[in-house]
């Protein structure tokens, strides 16, 4: 790609970062107006811009990965509103009428809320630096998911409170907008042209267009101050020398605690989105620092927090943002913004405030939960089998408790819950450590040789056989479980057939195990998808590119065994050599009868890639093989051609010609130069005539070969295939003792 398209992807990225984020963007000014009230107006919009613009720029400078974008979000931002509420009301400061907060209270409470800010930002910035980033990432998905359904309940009730106190026009342009936004989503699936106008975008405009000019908002310049730099937080913190300082504190420190526990939350989600959808890697710790951090110094100057944002990240990467252009480009387009329609923002109508309200509450809702919640309603059952419903139920407690009793009480309740469910389940739903060949092999019958060669290259396949459920309490192992594949491997069999069911972060997870497995590059085999339980893991497996996919894991692991058999060195067989009087086909003869065999046969010399015999000639006889490798092909050569087995010395071949006299059945070729004795019909039938127990006893070499070869399949067929191999030895000795 030249450097002018790459700058003008990088500039695209930005721009629809900005647009579909604009709306989080003044969540500021709307949510300190709809909770604090007007009065609240100026700090608000002071943090708007410093949010969206001086703490994206130290995101950058403390090199934040580039395709993370950072920005306000809702349950953080509702986090520490609650902070300044708790703080403020807990001041030595009267009250005013109706419980809102007084001008005293507020700049009390701004004060305050930003000191627990700041030191819930460093408490995050030291976890980063004491490399507990991992650690976090574990906490369950339902979690983040409760509390950002319980944040989403809390903008409708603003909304709603917003129609309440308000007039017709009021109702008229929330609804207006809310409807504008759903079907200009749907015009947009049909109309491509459409795409490059946010729905959100569109919405605004229309409510914007009702409010304005039905009913008129307030003159611009009656306004407060946006830029009094007053509101700058460390100009602020004097206020509190004349407050009981060490009770603030106290009440303050539950709700910093829970911000610093939301922060990595919402963060940790647009990261693990990210990750799953276009499977990058992100340091956890690294972004712990960056995110501390960068809200350390807005914690100073008065912002609030700033953390990843999904909405920006998947718009700026799927338009084509890959670097630090995009995120410049971002933070640069929403501080003009800022500044050409700040005056406006601070006097939106009513209508627009409760109408951006409404329309941010479905993108709080947590995906997975809206579809059940949605399936719920259609088949009206309260309940399904499997880990997925248990995550729902949860989610739905901590949606509640978070709605009703705070975030506090929801994070709390909400990891609580889910260590209980995690707990429950360890003991068989936790997923499986890696096998490798050691463990399992599949039923195809190998030879000697080949059977040699897996269990020294026993490593080169990883298999991992998954049971039970793949949910949101193992999903975290499962995505760890990449890191710890041995490093030689080649090839991978993940099995699913005895999987029940998954819920959304499982699938993730597994989803980008094996899309990050298959990055490496590993050949990555899928087995028994059509026999495990979860349609959503069958659909979403069915359809991934760069995976193979076999019936169940027996073919799954012959393919692999074949892939490492075709990758390993032949040379390192050449190099071996095995005296012909100790090839297995002369096992228990005496000496006299070796020398003899050795005598009635014919040395010969083969070179790399010619054939000691092919297909459906006459049998010539028995090879055995002193030195070098010999695979057995179906066909000569091209296209139809495929090994059946190699062999290397020590070893023999051709046997089948000796037992039934018929042509051959398939074609042996070097595969590096090979030294071998060929026993042919006529030195048979004089062993036969001369020394008729030494042809007996190579018989019964023959099918002791046999046999061993039906019993080196799986573990799993051992009895049956032991039966089997007897039954067709013995019968094979019976017709070769007539012959004799």
């Not at 729905?199 to 310049?221: C, R, W």
């Not at 495929?642 to 059945?665: H, N, W």
């Not at 039906?710 to 094979?732: F, I, K």
């Amino acid at each position: 790609m030249s450097s002018k398209s790459n700058i003008r992807t990088e500039v695209q990225g930005g721009i629809e970062s900005t647009l579909l984020g604009f709306a989080t963007a003044i969540g500021p000014i709307l949510l300190f107006v709809g909770i604090l009230g007007t009065q609240a107006l100026a700090p608000a919009f002071w943090a708007t811009l410093l949010t969206a613009t001086v703490i994206p720029a130290l995101w950058l400078l403390l090199k934040g990965h580039a395709a993370i974008l950072p920005g306000t979000r809702a349950a953080s931002l509702t986090a520490y509103i609650g902070l300044v509420l708790q703080v403020g009301l807990a001041s030595g400061e009267p009250s005013t009428l109706g419980g809102t907060l007084s001008s005293q209270q507020l700049l009390v409470g701004l004060a305050g809320a930003s000191l627990m800010f700041a030191a819930a930002s460093g408490l995050v910035l030291a976890l980063g630096l004491l490399r507990l980033g991992n650690v976090f990432k574990m906490i369950p998905s339902t979690v983040t998911a409760g509390i950002s359904n319980g944040t989403a309940l809390l903008l409708v009730w603003l909304a709603l409170k917003q129609v309440a106190h308000g007039t017709w026009v009021v109702s008229l342009t929330a609804v207006s907008m809310l409807l504008c936004y759903f079907f200009w989503q749907k015009a947009q699936t049909r109309m491509k042209a459409l795409q490059h106008m946010p729905a959100i975008m569109v919405a605004l405009f229309l409510g914007l267009s009702i409010g304005l000019n039905i009913e008129p908002a307030a003159p611009v310049h009656t306004a407060p101050v946006a830029y009094d730099l007053a509101w700058i937080a460390i100009r602020m913190w004097p206020a509190l020398l004349d407050q009981p300082l060490g009770h603030l504190l106290m009440v303050g420190l539950p709700g910093a605690i829970t911000l610093a526990l939301v922060m990595i939350l919402e963060s940790f989600t647009a990261n693990n989105v990210m990750e799953t959808r276009f499977g990058l890697r992100i340091d956890a710790n690294r972004q712990l620092v960056v995110l501390g951090g960068s809200n350390v110094m807005s914690a100073v100057l008065g912002g609030v927090p700033c953390t990843s944002s999904p909405v920006r990240c998947v718009a700026s990467w799927s338009a084509g943002g890959r670097g630090v252009q995009a995120a410049l480009a971002s933070l640069v387009l929403t501080g003009a913004l800022m500044l050409a329609f700040g005056s406006w923002l601070l006097v939106l109508p009513a209508g627009v405030v409760a109408g951006l309200f409404l329309l941010q509450a479905p993108l709080m809702t947590d995906p997975a939960f809206a579809k059940r919640m949605a399936e719920m309603v259609r088949t009206r059952r309260l309940h399904r089998e499997g880990a997925g419903d248990l995550g729902f139920w949860i989610t739905l407690i901590i949606s509640l408790v978070g709605f009703l009793g705070g975030l506090i009480w929801a994070c709390f309740m909400g990891i609580g819950l889910s260590a209980l469910a995690v707990l429950r389940s360890v003991s068989s739903n936790l997923t499986a450590q890696w096998a490798y060949m050691n463990h399992y092999r599949s039923r195809r019958v190998r030879s000697a040789g080949e059977s040699n060669n897996l269990a020294r290259l026993a490593h080169r396949v990883g298999v991992l056989r998954l049971t039970g459920h793949l949910f949101f309490g193992n999903s975290t192992r499962l995505t760890q479980m990449v890191d710890e594949l041995h490093e030689e491997s080649i090839a991978v069999v993940i099995d699913v057939s005895q999987v029940h069911d998954v819920d959304p972060s499982g699938l993730n997870a597994l989803t980008w195990v094996v899309r990050t497995l298959i990055d490496r590059p590993l050949t990555v085999v899928l087995t028994g998808l059509r026999r495990t339980n979860s349609p959503e893991l069958r659909q979403a497996l069915g359809s991934m590119s760069g995976a193979e996919h076999r019936i169940d894991l027996d073919h799954g692991l012959e393919m692999c065994e074949e892939l490492v058999l075709q990758n390993s060195t032949v040379m390192a067989i050449a190099l071996q050599s095995v005296p012909l009087e100790e090839n297995c086909l002369l096992q228990d003869l005496g000496e006299d009868d070796v020398t003899t065999v050795l005598l009635l046969g014919e040395h010969r010399e083969v070179a790399k890639g010619e054939a000691l015999f092919h297909r459906d000639m006459p049998a010539d006889g028995v090879w055995l093989l002193e030195s070098g490798a010999v695979s057995i092909l179906t066909a000569d050569y091209g296209a139809s051609s495929s090994r059946l087995a190699t062999f290397g010395p020590g070893q023999f071949v051709g046997e089948m010609g000796y037992i039934d006299g018929k042509t051959r059945s398939a074609t042996a070729r070097a595969d590096t130069p090979v030294r071998a004795l060929l026993l042919d019909k006529a030195a048979i039938a004089a062993l036969i005539e001369r020394q008729p127990n030494a042809a007996l006893m190579i018989t019964r070499n023959i099918a002791r070969e046999l046999s061993q070869r039906v019993r080196s399949t799986s573990a799993l067929m051992a009895d049956e295939t032991t039966d089997t191999s007897t039954e067709w030895a013995n019968s094979s000795l019976g017709s070769f003792s007539r012959v004799l």
